[in-house]
């Protein structure tokens, strides 16, 4: 997929081409992977439509392809008010200092957008191509062109929550049309082609996909779509999408104990993200869309990063003996998740939204202590086994191994326990957060004794006390969202689609609370985009 792509180049990405000659983009390449000779029939089509899988399986993977360690969709997760940048590096920082180190060189944003429109324009050459001559049946061609445009409008989703404006193109870019001249396009109108393509995907995406786990559902389009209709206020819409995922019976929630480790302890939550749990053919009906990974796999694997950026680096805690000396008494284990680095950890509001007894706040969902598992780092007057709790009534603080971690994201590679990446499946999207959804759109309607039972569809999961109608505000929605979906939601997206997003952090977030400011709320479009943009001038966000 990648030797097809051809980026927007200069305004957009500054990537693949500078000049090339119409004759030299002509030439016959019978050996080579390009448009012209691959979007011929449907093995060709799939090729291309498994390279956007690809794509969007790096939002969780390194910013630059198989180098970067740096997790592309960070600027989602923290500087939020339930998340902040624990083992802080360069990224981090910009999310727990803003400020000057917000700005416009910040190299990864740079990747983030030429990642999204690099998606778009794949997706543009799909969709383009399957109107021109091929052998597709008009069966074959409308299913190609519902999975390419739902990740067109995917990719569009991601830069309007984080730009606001951005530029729209709907066509394919080549060498014969590269331009320097690109202008935003105001939000409102992405939006609208957002809408147009995902209304298109559902009606011809699949309801289920037995043959091939990893195919984007008509239940995660309507659940996008029921998000969008809210941020665009249309809230009737948002309740009716919403309600296509919640009541349709394949995409039920899984509410007892399910898959590989359903005879051990745990929960019917936690199962959820039990490695070998993700998809649907282990009995979990929850998931919308799971992005496949592989280990080992000829032509290429999908990893993500996500253990490593979310589970604390417990193998670094100092433990004191009774002799006044410190050791480190805890080994990296596939029992305590597998090797992390914890840039990325929960706020302490995030660790006190939880009820005693719900599930999701339980030691099967997070890593509250350890015991001590290092013979060579036992401290005196310790022993082997004794389990020792972590610190969770500070407040959240920079470079603190010593701090509870999600364990949503555990695994451990059966070759080496220490490697940096997962190879699991994991799921993007189920439908307990289209029931927050609903919830939501409930609550915008003035019926917040239906939004109540939407809600207490989680909390009877996850044994949690029922709310009544009275307790439902958009906090307490947006609360419930950090306790079913820590970690899992683009949290920024959802605190700026609800106008929450600059009072929480600095209600909840204790390092980038004090500093936050209004300019914020959107990410300074990368400089290097403006001065590509050669031939007319791109507006800033404002105060950058």
Same mark, same amino acid.
């Given at each position: 997929?990648?030797?097809?792509?051809?980026?927007?180049?200069?305004?957009?990405?500054?990537?693949? /081409?500078?000049?090339?000659?119409?004759?030299?983009?002509?030439?016959?390449?019978?050996?080579?992977?390009? %448009?012209?000779?691959?979007?011929?029939?449907?093995?060709?089509?799939?090729?291309?439509?498994?390279?956007?899988?690809?794509?969007?399986?790096?939002?969780?993977?390194?910013?630059? *392809?198989?180098?970067?360690?740096?997790?592309?969709?960070?600027?989602?997760?923290?500087?939020?008010?339930?998340?902040?940048?624990?083992?802080?590096?360069?990224?981090?920082?910009?999310?727990?200092? =803003?400020?000057?180190?917000?700005?416009?060189?910040? /190299?990864?944003?740079? *990747?983030?957008?030429?990642?999204?429109?690099?998606?778009?324009?794949?997706?543009?050459?799909?969709?383009?191509? +399957?109107? $021109?001559?091929?052998?597709?049946?008009?069966?074959?061609?409308?299913?190609? @062109?519902?999975?390419?445009?739902?990740?067109?409008?995917?990719?569009?989703?991601?830069?309007?929550?984080?730009?606001?404006?951005?530029?729209?193109?709907?066509?394919?870019?080549?060498?014969?049309?590269?331009?320097?001249?690109?202008?935003?396009?105001?939000?409102?109108?992405?939006?609208?082609?957002?809408?147009?393509?995902?209304?298109?995907?559902? #009606?011809?995406?699949?309801? @289920?996909? +037995?043959?091939?786990?990893?195919?984007?559902?008509?239940?995660?389009?309507?659940?996008?779509?029921?998000?969008?209709?809210?941020?665009?206020?249309?809230?009737?819409?948002?309740?009716?999408? %919403?309600?296509?995922?919640?009541?349709?019976?394949?995409?039920?929630?899984?509410?007892?104990?399910?898959?590989?480790?359903?005879?051990?302890?745990?929960?019917?939550?936690?199962?959820?993200?039990?490695?070998?749990? +993700?998809?649907?053919?282990?009995?979990?009906?929850?998931?919308?869309?799971?992005?496949?990974?592989?280990?080992?796999?000829?032509?290429?694997?999908?990893?993500?990063?996500?253990?490593?950026? =979310?589970?604390?680096? *417990? &193998?670094?805690?100092?433990?004191?003996?009774?002799?006044?000396?410190?050791?480190?008494?805890?080994?990296?284990?596939?029992?305590?998740?597998?090797?992390?680095?914890?840039?990325?950890?929960?706020?302490?509001? %995030?660790?006190?939204?939880?009820?005693?007894?719900?599930?999701?706040?339980?030691?099967?969902?997070?890593?509250?202590? &350890?015991?001590?598992?290092?013979?060579?780092?036992?401290?005196?007057?310790?022993?082997?086994?004794?389990?020792?709790?972590?610190?969770?009534?500070?407040?959240?603080?920079?470079?603190?191994?010593?701090?509870?971690?999600?364990?949503?994201?555990?695994?451990?590679?059966?070759?080496?326990?220490?490697?940096?990446?997962?190879?699991?499946? $994991?799921?993007?999207?189920?439908?307990?957060?289209?029931?927050? /959804?609903?919830?939501?759109? *409930?609550?915008?309607?003035? %019926?917040?004794?239906?939004?109540?039972?939407?809600?207490?569809?989680?909390?009877?999961?996850?044994?949690?006390?029922?709310?009544?109608?009275? #307790?439902?505000?958009?906090?307490?929605?947006?609360?419930?969202?950090?306790?079913?979906?820590?970690?899992?939601?683009?949290?920024?997206?959802?605190?700026?689609?609800?106008?929450? =997003?600059?009072?929480?952090?600095?209600?909840?977030?204790?390092?980038?609370?004090?500093?936050? #400011?209004?300019?914020?709320?959107?990410?300074?479009?990368? #400089?290097?985009?403006?001065?590509?943009?050669?031939?007319?001038?791109?507006?800033?966000?404002?105060?950058?």
């Amino acid at each position: 997929m990648k030797a097809l792509t051809i980026t927007l180049q200069l305004a957009l990405t500054i990537s693949l /081409i500078s000049s090339c000659s119409k004759d030299t983009l002509n030439e016959s390449s019978p050996n080579i992977l390009l %448009a012209d000779n691959l979007y011929k029939d449907k093995a060709g089509f799939d090729a291309g439509l498994n390279g956007l899988y690809d794509e969007a399986r790096r939002s969780r993977s390194g910013s630059t *392809y198989g180098g970067s360690t740096n997790l592309m969709l960070e600027p989602a997760f923290i500087g939020v008010d339930n998340a902040y940048g624990n083992y802080e590096d360069t990224y981090e920082k910009v999310f727990n200092s =803003w400020g000057a180190n917000n700005n416009a060189s910040v /190299i990864h944003y740079r *990747y983030v957008w030429s990642w999204l429109y690099e998606t778009i324009n794949a997706a543009n050459t799909i969709i383009n191509r +399957a109107g $021109q001559p091929n052998s597709l049946t008009e069966t074959e061609k409308n299913q190609v @062109l519902a999975e390419a445009r739902f990740f067109r409008g995917w990719a569009y989703r991601h830069l309007i929550y984080l730009w606001g404006d951005v530029p729209l193109t709907l066509e394919e870019s080549s060498g014969t049309n590269i331009r320097t001249d690109w202008q935003r396009t105001p939000v409102a109108e992405v939006r609208a082609a957002i809408e147009a393509d995902w209304l298109f995907a559902e #009606q011809f995406l699949p309801e @289920l996909s +037995a043959a091939n786990p990893g195919k984007v559902l008509k239940g995660a389009v309507q659940h996008y779509l029921a998000e969008l209709y809210l941020a665009e206020g249309k809230n009737d819409k948002a309740r009716d999408y %919403a309600l296509k995922v919640t009541t349709n019976p394949n995409y039920k929630l899984v509410t007892t104990r399910f898959g590989v480790n359903a005879a051990k302890p745990g929960t019917a939550f936690t199962d959820l993200f039990v490695d070998g749990n +993700a998809n649907r053919s282990a009995g979990n009906t929850e998931a919308l869309w799971v992005l496949q990974n592989e280990l080992n796999v000829a032509g290429g694997e999908g990893n993500n990063i996500m253990r490593r950026y =979310w589970v604390n680096r *417990y &193998y670094s805690i100092a433990v004191s003996g009774t002799d006044g000396k410190s050791k480190n008494p805890f080994a990296v284990s596939a029992d305590y998740g597998g090797r992390g680095i914890g840039r990325l950890s929960p706020t302490k509001f %995030a660790l006190t939204l939880y009820d005693a007894n719900d599930d999701r706040g339980s030691d099967y969902a997070w890593r509250f202590s &350890y015991a001590i598992n290092n013979p060579a780092g036992i401290p005196v007057g310790k022993n082997l086994g004794d389990v020792i709790q972590l610190d969770r009534t500070s407040n959240e603080k920079v470079t603190n191994p010593n701090w509870p971690s999600t364990r949503k994201w555990d695994y451990v590679s059966p070759q080496d326990v220490t490697v940096d990446r997962q190879y699991n499946d $994991q799921m993007m999207v189920r439908s307990a957060e289209t029931f927050l /959804i609903l919830a939501e759109a *409930y609550l915008k309607l003035g %019926a917040t004794d239906l939004a109540k039972d939407a809600i207490n569809a989680l909390r009877t999961r996850a044994h949690a006390a029922q709310v009544n109608a009275s #307790q439902v505000t958009l906090d307490f929605i947006l609360d419930e969202r950090s306790r079913e979906l820590f970690s899992e939601e683009e949290r920024r997206y959802t605190l700026l689609r609800t106008g929450k =997003w600059l009072e929480r952090v600095k209600l909840y977030n204790k390092i980038a609370g004090p500093v936050v #400011q209004a300019r914020d709320l959107l990410l300074p479009i990368p #400089q290097n985009v403006i001065d590509a943009n050669l031939t007319s001038k791109m507006a800033q966000n404002k105060d950058y």
